[in-house]
């Protein structure tokens, strides 16, 4: 299991000293989420200042940027990043992208397949010289000159991830990736009941394994050894569960574990603004499926425990820093990288 770091809000005046400081205490990738800030834009200064980690987007935005657009700086970030981009996107809700990012909501499963699939011909294309071509419902793509071409690489091209929660959006995530990104608001019952069973139709679809595949995610930890900074941690988790559960689009975790009534009460407090009181409405039976309270060095054998094989990349769900919290980030990658 590798360890990986989420940078909520990244911002390009911070990159160097993070992505500097994150390589050195051993994380194993960093990610750029696309918050408050393009996630690519940052993600060059990753590449600039490091040689190991893995660095992706968890996630781009996909429908405001065209295919063409997301294999142009995917192609670019493999190559200056020597192999170690990963492209991961995500349909986001509605809402989002019609009210934030003014773009039509229009069959997001099909819209993604085609999309993941137009990249695919980008890269095929600028990887072997043969003519470029596709065409789909969404996409009719047929225009390639020398001009336009960026080259190969001399690296492989870079995998795709997509963001899934879903039936639909995980099988294609199975069929057509590399991995998937699955949301901090999960549980060991949503993985092994959903998740993967899912996931294996869209694998056996295009004849890969489980061995073939990535399964990325951000678990909510408490680190518990200094009383302040849990009790923070703590008030910080319950705050991020209790929006996401909030939210129709995760929805299915609730009925799957029963909580649909704790689910409308959130939801309803979070129409009327109630916001500093929703993080109480998140009860114990939520709490002890969707987090791990540990010591720093005890917290990476607990999820190794708790998850098994399910997962293969994990980040915290909490702020990474250079300066704060050193010792115990210094410790659980340690502590990661023994057991």
């Known amino acids: 299991m590798k360890i990986d770091t989420t940078l909520l809000t990244p911002k390009l005046g911070e990159m160097a000293i993070v992505t500097r400081a994150a390589e050195s205490l051993g994380f194993d990738g960093i990610w750029t989420a696309e918050t408050q800030a393009d996630p690519f834009l940052p993600l060059t200064l990753a590449a600039e200042h490091s040689r190991r980690v893995n660095i992706g987007t968890a996630i781009a935005v996909t429908f405001p940027r065209s295919p063409a657009t997301l294999a142009y700086l995917a192609w670019d970030l493999q190559r200056y990043s020597n ?63 020398p001009f336009f071409n960026p080259g190969p690489l001399d690296v492989p091209p870079p995998p795709i991830y997509i963001a899934a929660m879903n039936k639909m959006m995980l099988r294609l995530a199975g069929s057509h990736c590399e991995g998937v990104h699955i949301h901090a608001l999960h549980t060991v019952k949503y993985l092994e009941e959903v998740a993967m069973p899912e996931l294996a139709v869209g694998w056996a679809r295009s004849d890969k394994q489980r061995e073939d595949f990535s399964l990325s995610t951000a678990v909510f930890v408490v680190p518990t050894d200094e009383a302040d900074y849990a009790a923070w941690a703590e008030q910080h988790v319950r705050q991020q569960i209790s929006f996401y559960l909030s939210t129709p689009a995760y929805r299915l975790i609730a009925e799957l574990h029963g909580w649909e009534d704790e689910a409308h009460a959130l939801s309803q407090a979070a129409r009327n603004g109630q916001w500093d009181k929703m993080p109480a409405m998140v009860n114990d039976d939520m709490m ?52």
Not at 300 to 327: C, F, Q, T
């Open 83 to 145: 192999g170690r981009f990963i492209l991961g996107l995500g349909a986001q809700v509605k809402a989002h992208n019609v009210l934030r990012f003014g773009v039509k909501w229009e069959k997001p499963v099909k819209k993604m397949r085609e999309t993941i699939e137009a990249i695919h011909a980008f890269w095929h294309a600028w990887q072997t010289g043969e003519p470029f071509r596709y065409v789909g419902e969404f996409f009719k793509l047929t225009l390639m000159t």
């Open 288 to 339: 002890e499926a969707l987090v791990v309270f540990g010591t720093w060095t005890a917290l990476p054998g607990m999820i190794k425990a708790k998850y098994g094989d399910l997962i293969d990349r994990v980040s915290y769900y909490l702020p990474y820093v250079p300066g704060e919290n050193e010792a115990g980030w210094r410790a659980t990658i340690a502590s990661f990288i023994g057991n």
